[in-house]
């Protein structure tokens, strides 16, 4: 049975510590989405990973530090734009690819030769890392290629029994996942949009990220193209394109910031227009939607700066081979 509780309480944090020590999985908090877990040098355990998920075998996971000190213990080589965003943006939702240690099991970077690194924005999320004393491999807690969970609800009805204990630290405060940047080239290199603009990282750096279709980076970020899927059809409506119900179907909306009416039901994502808010209320939105049966959601679409990249990034995902 899986145990929900709340990641506030040292005792808890503390089981869950030993939980991960043991070999075991734990879901976890985390400022973008919740996490599933496992402890990073123990591949028996991240195997589980694997299969609790059914993800499979050659999507790489994302290993949590406690702190930036600890990049040592994966990593084999840090430079120094690594460090510069290091600084910047961690604890936060930003993950770095960069040359991993050979001691790592295979089994976290899918036999790559880097590995991603983040350092969560979430004080429970750092607090079990650093009493379990290990960095933890975590992808986000969700059944491969569903919409990732922002609240400890949301795993435990998603995941069930395969995870044997979930801290919940509320709803995820940011709501889409860390964006991904590879150190790997120079430039650098976009590999996922998320939870930092994209504009403030090429600010620090001085320089402008190559964005890497999806389609080009099969090996890497799961990003297989339909990822993200609700089991609902998905269409996102073009820029300008009024929302409305084709007649005799059941239709929602999934709206920006107003509620029109016809639908069968709406989402607003943002009465304050602004994607931040959308972000931290996308992936219970569409799970609200997913679940009312309905026969379509029509989406509106967000001007694609700072956070709306990643807020089209997952909408598009969501609407891949959906030929409605
Ligand atoms: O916000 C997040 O990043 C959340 C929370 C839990 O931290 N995690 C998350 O993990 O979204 P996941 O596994 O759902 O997505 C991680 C992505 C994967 O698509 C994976 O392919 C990519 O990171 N990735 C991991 N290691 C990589 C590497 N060495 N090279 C390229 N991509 C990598
Ligand atoms: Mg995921």
Known sequence: MTRLLPASDPAALA???RVLRAGGL???PTETVYGLG???FDATAVVRIFEAKRRPAFDPLIVHLAGAGELRRVVAAVPLAAERLAERFWPGPLTLVLPRLESLPDIVTSGLPSVGVRVPDHPAARALIAAAGTPVAAPSANPFGYVSPTTAAHVAELLGDAVELVLDGGPCRVGVESTIVS???DPPALLRPGGVPREEVEELLGC???VVPSSD???APGQLTKHYATRTPLRLLEAGEAASAPAGRRVGLLARERAE???AAVEVLAPDGQP???AARLFAALRHLDGLGLDLILAEPWPEEGLGLALMDRLRRCAAGRDD
């Open 26 to 28: 734990v879901a976890f």
């Open 15 to 17: 089981e869950a510590a």
């Open 261 to 263: 009416t016809g639908f």
């Open 38 to 40: 496992a402890a990073a």
């Open 183 to 185: 150190l790997l080239e």
């Open 276 to 278: 931040r808010t959308a």
């Open 208 to 210: 402008r990220l190559r």
């Open 217 to 219: 980076r099969p090996q």
